[in-house]
């Protein structure tokens, strides 16, 4: 009996774990630390057992370019001159379950072409996005977009 209660719990809780890994996927939406504007629409999708981030959308102020490019990457970087709407930004994450965090992937800023470490997690229904280099770093929040 208690092997069955144990396997019972055991199945139950295998649902949980996948739903936490996929959280993270879906369209959110970047803000700007300094004006609070909403800047753009970032879609996470998984490819394999990686985690992926692309550029849906972005929102600029009258007169601003409406669809530009990455010339601030590296020019040996793939990205480099590329659009910046449908560029992927977030590579190769990968899902911890043990700290429930995605981790091990980076992010790219396309306004500096500066590539960061990365780290993701959900916090009260938000995706909290931190890139960092050695012990410097910046945590944005990204909210859930329907649109």
């Not at 139950?12 to 739903?19: D, T, Y």
């Not at 970032?42 to 929102?59: P, R």
């Not at 560029?87 to 994450?93: A, G, Q, S």
Request: net charge negative.
């Amino acid at each position: 009996m208690r092997y069955l209660l144990l396997l019972v719990c055991l199945f139950c809780s295998i649902p949980s774990i996948v739903a936490q890994s996929d959280s993270i996927i879906g369209n959110w939406k970047t803000v700007d630390d300094v004006s609070g504007q909403v800047k753009s629409v970032v879609e996470i999708y998984k490819k394999g057992d990686k985690y992926y981030g692309k550029i849906l959308k972005i929102f600029v102020e009258p007169g601003e370019d409406p669809d530009p490019i990455c010339d601030q990457c590296d020019e040996d970087d793939d990205r480099f001159n590329q659009r910046i709407i449908g560029m992927e930004i977030i590579k190769d994450m990968i899902y911890d379950k043990d700290d429930n965090i995605f981790e091990d992937g980076d992010i790219l800023d396309p306004e500096n072409g500066s590539e960061y470490d990365c780290r993701l997690w959900i916090e009260n229904g938000k995706l909290m996005v931190r890139g960092y280099i050695l012990f410097l770093y910046r945590t944005q929040t990204w909210h859930p977009y329907e649109g």
